[in-house]
């Protein structure tokens, strides 16, 4: 299987110069219930279709990124470095 991904840094390469990091968990609130935190440590959501995925770029620039790929089709049509990803809450956020 032989698919390209964009590093955010280094452009498109072969899949083959990256090191697949997993799929990404969104972390369950401090008081959220037992069951979500074990959902959330043993889980894995192994969707079909797209997903968001961590993806190291070993041959090149030894960063980490987040990519969202379809597991389907193997197409990538995003690819960004963490501290740009959307949808992150507002804990830590400077003011003003
Ligand atoms: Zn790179």
Request: charged content about 25%; hydrophobic content about 30%; aromatic content about 16%.
């Amino acid at each position: 299987m032989s698919f390209l991904l964009r590093c955010p840094n280094c452009g498109e390469r072969s899949v083959a110069d990256f090191r697949f990091g997993g799929e990404t968990n969104v972390r369950p609130a401090p008081d959220a219930s037992h069951a979500q935190w074990v959902d959330y440590y043993y889980f894995r959501k192994n969707v079909s279709g797209p997903r968001q995925e961590w993806w190291y770029h070993k041959f090149g620039c030894r960063r980490w990124f987040l990519a969202v790929r379809d597991s389907r089709t193997n197409e990538v049509p995003q690819t960004y470095w963490p501290e740009d990803r959307t949808g992150r809450g507002g804990d830590g956020a400077s003011q003003g």
